[in-house]
């Protein structure tokens, strides 16, 4: 049977190719969109969506960032939709930020603080409650913190060469977002790590990487890693789960050194 996996931060239509390529290894797909304002006349077409989103597998769900019990809800709307959810990944695509940003001002620092730190934090929040309520160590959840990382400014000042031309360029406001996001992902691990409800992942990769430079292979390439993850046996602790999984490595069945939970 096939996995359930929620994806959520790097909302539709954006997201589409990377929920494409995790679908391909073998997952139904919940994808975050934004709330979508409906008209008092408009139809209902609930129904018609749902036998879509069955048939190829890829579900949107809409989540207003801003509220917590949205966080709450698009978890129950993956579970409803697929009857179970046994991933979830926390898509925070750094250089698809930064090409969205607009001038820097107060409303913007505001916004980022809005819309790109606390929405992370409350639903990763979420998932691990409900993991904890629903999963067991026989069959842990995973929770991945995925960060497709940009030059910013600051970078491009001590290597000028980094302003290339092919990647946009973080702010401080979006270059700050991410950090508080890696932060916070590698404190929920050191946490979390030991439990056996979850696994954690913590992966990075950036356009000078292949896998990570296309969002399909980038998908496909995460969803073979867990598979190969889980299957190898091998548990790990808190401590280990702090390393960052680079976007292209492989399981090694020797030594591993990376950041997942425990069977």
């Given at each position: 049977?096939?996995?359930?996996?929620?994806?959520?931060?790097?909302?539709?239509?954006?997201?589409?190719?990377?929920?494409?390529?995790?679908?391909m290894?073998?997952?139904?797909?919940?994808?975050?969109?934004?709330e979508?304002?409906?008209?008092?006349?408009?139809?209902?077409?609930?129904?018609?969506?749902?036998?879509?989103?069955?048939?190829?597998?890829?579900?949107?769900?809409?989540?207003?960032?801003?509220?917590?019990?949205?966080?709450?809800?698009?978890?129950?709307?993956?579970?409803?939709?697929?009857?179970?959810?046994?991933?979830?990944?926390?898509?925070?695509?750094?250089?698809?930020?930064?090409?969205?940003?607009?001038?820097?001002?107060?409303q913007?620092?505001?916004?980022?603080?809005?819309?790109?730190?606390?929405?992370?934090?409350?639903?990763?929040?979420?998932?691990?409650?409900?993991?904890?309520?629903?999963?067991s160590?026989?069959?842990?959840?995973?929770?991945?913190?995925?960060?497709?990382?940009?030059?910013?400014?600051?970078?491009?000042?001590?290597?000028?060469?980094?302003?290339?031309?092919?990647?946009?360029?973080?702010?401080?406001?979006?270059a700050?977002?991410?950090?508080?996001?890696?932060?916070?992902?590698?404190?929920?691990?050191?946490?979390?790590?030991?439990?056996?409800?979850?696994?954690?992942?913590?992966?990075?990769?950036?356009?000078?990487?292949?896998?990570?430079?296309?969002?399909?292979?980038?998908?496909?390439?995460?969803?073979?890693?867990?598979?190969?993850?889980?299957?190898?046996?091998?548990?790990?602790?808190?401590?280990?789960?702090?390393?960052?999984?680079?976007?292209?490595?492989?399981?090694?069945?020797?030594?591993i050194?990376?950041?997942?939970?425990?069977?």
């Amino acid at each position: 049977m096939a996995k359930t996996a929620l994806i959520a931060g790097k909302e539709m239509p954006a997201g589409s190719k990377f929920a494409d390529g995790f679908s391909m290894a073998g997952r139904n797909i919940s994808i975050s969109g934004p709330e979508i304002e409906k008209q008092e006349d408009e139809e209902d077409d609930s129904d018609k969506i749902q036998q879509i989103s069955e048939a190829s597998g890829i579900s949107i769900v809409e989540w207003n960032k801003t509220s917590p019990i949205s966080s709450r809800t698009i978890i129950l709307a993956t579970e409803s939709m697929f009857g179970r959810m046994d991933e979830a990944i926390l898509f925070f695509d750094e250089e698809w930020y930064a090409s969205l940003e607009q001038r820097m001002n107060t409303q913007e620092c505001i916004r980022g603080c809005d819309e790109l730190i606390l929405p992370y934090q409350s639903l990763a929040l979420e998932i691990l409650s409900r993991f904890e309520l629903k999963n067991s160590e026989t069959n842990p959840g995973s929770l991945i913190f995925l960060i497709k990382e940009t030059p910013s400014n600051a970078d491009t000042l001590r290597s000028p060469a980094v302003r290339n031309g092919i990647s946009s360029i973080a702010s401080p406001v979006v270059a700050s977002a991410a950090a508080a996001f890696m932060a916070f992902a590698e404190n929920i691990a050191a946490l979390y790590g030991n439990q056996s409800y979850v696994n954690i992942y913590l992966v990075r990769g950036d356009n000078s990487i292949d896998v990570s430079a296309s969002d399909v292979e980038f998908g496909r390439w995460l969803g073979t890693y867990i598979d190969s993850a889980e299957s190898s046996g091998v548990p790990m602790d808190a401590k280990k789960s702090l390393n960052w999984i680079k976007a292209g490595s492989k399981i090694s069945s020797r030594k591993i050194s990376l950041p997942f939970g425990k069977k």
